[in-house]
């Protein structure tokens, strides 16, 4: 069975400050990892995605993340954050379904708060 | 065009009301998505639709009754509905269900139940 587990539940920064959300998973197959962007109001907007290929994968909005398969980890992370990047962020893994890729499972979601 | 289309954006039925959620993609995508999502909580997946065929269901109460009239729209029938019902319904389509693709969610129906 595969899971996604995000460590922390609220991150808040300062304007132009670096930042790591993490994620961590669990799974017996081969894994497809995303993380999503929730604004307010708002439905998901993906933000990046790892399938294969190399493990540091770039996103929109200056996001990336790096997929490290011996930590089972897939941290997004970008190097100075804006206002605008307030938001909540969920990581997903695609879930089999009898052999054949399902559908998305969810983590908790990480609230980063960006603070002038 | 990669929009995927939530009508209404915002929702007020009573417990005896007939509802429906309405969902368009016209991106040929062939797997259709309905999930609920609680206030601060992730998205949790409802129904999935394969080739306008219902592929799976999350053990959902039948007061919710999803429906796919052709590959480009996506219903979901609300009937007797629970004020534990409100929350921000999504929906979601992808290429192929049979694929590793990512999937693209609409701006979300905003259900409240009085």
């Known amino acids: 069975a595969q899971s996604v587990t995000q460590l922390d539940s609220q991150v808040p920064v300062f304007e132009e400050a670096p930042v790591e959300l993490r994620c961590n998973y669990s799974s017996s197959v081969s894994v497809y990892l995303f993380w999503y962007v929730q604004y307010p109001n708002q439905g998901l907007q993906l933000l990046l995605k790892?399938?294969?290929?190399?493990?540091l994968v770039k996103g929109i909005n200056g996001f990336e993340a790096e997929f490290n398969k011996s930590q089972t980890s897939f941290h997004l992370r970008k190097p100075s954050v804006h206002i605008s990047d307030t938001a909540e962020y969920f990581c997903?893994?695609?879930?089999?379904?009898?052999?054949?890729?399902?559908?998305?499972?969810f983590g908790k979601g990480t609230k980063l708060s960006v603070k002038p | 065009d990669t929009e995927v289309t939530q009508t209404p954006k915002h929702l007020v039925m009573g417990m005896t009301n007939k509802k429906s959620l309405k969902c368009e993609q016209h991106?040929?995508?062939?797997?259709m998505y309905w999930y609920k999502q609680k206030a601060k909580k992730p998205p949790e997946l409802m129904f999935v639709?394969?080739?306008?065929?219902?592929?799976i269901n999350e053990s959902v109460p039948s007061r919710f009754s999803p429906e796919c009239p052709n590959s480009s729209l996506l219903n979901l029938h609300l009937h007797a509905l629970q004020p534990e019902d409100s929350a921000l319904y999504l929906c979601?389509?992808?290429?192929?269900?049979?694929?590793?693709?990512?999937?693209?969610f609409g701006q979300g129906t905003r259900l409240t139940v009085v």
């Open positions: 639709y394969s080739y306008e065929k219902l592929s």
């Open positions: 979601a389509s992808s290429q192929d269900i049979r694929l590793v693709a990512e999937a693209f």
């Open positions: 997903a893994v695609k879930r089999d379904y009898g052999g054949s890729q399902g559908n998305l499972i």
């Open positions: 790892y399938l294969s290929g190399s493990t």
């Open positions: 991106m040929g995508h062939r797997a």
